[in-house]
């Protein structure tokens, strides 16, 4: 695909905002696997969708520049976060040494708030899937059921587009076993027996339980979505990467620490913004191969002695 095409003509619409104490780093940030539809060219320049709108977007100095049709500085400081406080942020994050080495790999992650619906597909997508995979999906997704805008340009279909789809053309697509949670969810979601834009409203806990009802959402995705999608801040996904780095930095490798101390310890350690500690950590333990120190080796499990009394039979394996 080319950038010979309407969005990058110099009739389209150009926005331009400072960077200036904010540092984000476009590689970082679309690349961390928290949006699938971004390209990089050769030019440093990344193609992608802001709220259903194609646009370009590179680094220019110290300046963000967005070119496409309809793109307007509200959608493009939304969309990146530009209106947060990031230094309130960070001041909020504990004296951890594992963090400040993940924010010092990445300084310039953020966070995107994207189109709710298209971040619900993308992590229906994910289970067991890596990030070039999940890629693939959202294009073929668009290839197949989206409008072609221009040639190797399709948007993302919405759900009462892919309701009317079968699995059989949703495998089709790469999905496998998906298929059949990303139909049903689409037929959920056109049919407004869950509301995406209600949950919009609802505070994050009631808004979790919503996103849960959907086929193929679970309390991982959830997560993804409201954080991705929603900016719930304090949405923290924990997926097979971070459940790693937390039982590996802070719980000494014990495997026999359950999934729910988890989620308590990252509630309480890591504060309000505890969403954008998790990127950070997600994002350093999947680039950096030595992030984490060496895995300790199990100790091996030392079998009870068995004591029997004469003509008490063969005991049993432990």
């Not at 995979?133 to 409008?147: K, S, V």
């Not at 949950?199 to 806990?205: F, G, M, Q, S, V």
């Not at 929603?230 to 937390?246: H, K, M, Q, T």
């Not at 309480?268 to 080796?297: C, M, N, S, V």
Request: with cysteine.
């Amino acid at each position: 695909m080319t950038f010979e095409d309407p969005i990058s003509q110099p009739e389209s619409p150009q926005v331009s905002l400072s960077l200036f104490g904010h540092g984000l780093d476009l590689e970082s940030t679309l690349s961390s696997g928290q949006a699938f539809s971004w390209k990089r060219s050769d030019d440093g320049r990344w193609r992608g969708w802001i709220d259903r709108r194609p646009c370009l977007v590179w680094s220019q100095g110290d300046a963000l520049r967005v070119v496409g049709s309809g793109i307007t500085r509200e959608v493009v400081t939304h969309y990146f976060g530009l209106d947060l406080p990031v230094r309130e942020i960070f001041a909020s994050f504990p004296n951890d040494p594992w963090l400040e080495k993940a924010r010092a790999f990445a300084p310039g992650l953020r966070l995107l708030r994207q189109e709710p619906w298209e971040t619900l597909c993308n992590f229906i997508c994910s289970s067991l899937k890596q990030i070039v995979q999940i890629e693939q999906i959202n294009h073929e997704l668009r290839r197949a059921f989206g409008d072609k805008v221009w040639p190797g340009l399709h948007s993302f279909p919405d759900a009462s587009r892919l309701a009317l789809a079968t699995e059989t053309k949703l495998r089709a697509c790469r999905l496998g076993f998906r298929a059949r949670h990303l139909f049903v969810a689409a037929r959920q979601v056109a049919s407004s027996e869950v509301s995406l834009d209600r949950i919009a409203t609802l505070p994050t806990d009631e808004a979790r339980e919503q996103l849960m009802r959907i086929q193929g959402v679970g309390e991982k995705v959830a997560n993804c979505i409201l954080l991705f999608a929603y900016g719930r801040n304090e949405a923290f996904p924990i997926d097979v990467w971070v459940e790693r780095v937390l039982r590996r930095l802070y719980f000494h490798g014990n495997q026999r620490v359950k999934h729910e101390r988890l989620v308590s310890f990252a509630e309480t350690h890591f504060g309000p913004y505890r969403g954008y500690a998790q990127q950070f950590l997600f994002h350093w333990i999947r680039k950096d191969p030595k992030a984490l120190p060496p895995e300790k080796p199990a100790v091996p499990r030392t079998r009870k002695k068995t004591t029997t009394k004469p003509d008490a039979g063969t005991p049993e394996e432990p």
